[in-house]
Nanobody
């Protein structure tokens, strides 16, 4: 069974930076897509913010393009560097592994979720 664990969340002032890490355990298929999502307080849906396809192609949501950078150091480790953080980035952040080689921008195609890590940006 695959498990994901996020770390690195916290509280930071507007304009600051944080780096989130995600470590996986279990039998990982390195050919599946991976991604980061966030969920706002009181909202049911999780917003896709960055994902990496099986071929290494990285995509970002418009809201974080140019400020966030996702990388995958190893099939069992990925990270999300967040710069120039804004109060609207405040959310619970999740890493995820998809069911297929592509499609990790679609929360309905996610196979495994982490437990989430809180990011709070104060003005």
């Amino acid at each position: 069974e695959v498990h994901l664990m996020e770390s690195g969340g916290g509280s930071v002032q507007s304009g600051g930076s944080l780096t989130l890490s995600c470590d996986a355990s279990g039998d990982i298929d390195g050919g599946l897509c991976v991604g980061w999502f966030r969920q706002y307080p009181g909202k049911d849906r999780r917003e896709a913010i960055a994902n990496i396809d099986y071929d290494g192609r990285i995509s970002y949501a418009d809201s974080v393009q140019g400020r966030f950078a996702m990388s995958r150091q190893h099939p069992k480790k990925m990270s999300l560097s967040m710069n120039n953080l804004k109060p609207e980035d405040t959310a619970l952040y999740y890493c995820a592994i998809g069911r297929h080689r592509r499609g990790c921008e679609n929360w309905g195609l996610i196979a495994v979720w982490g437990q989430g890590t809180q990011v709070t940006v104060t003005s």
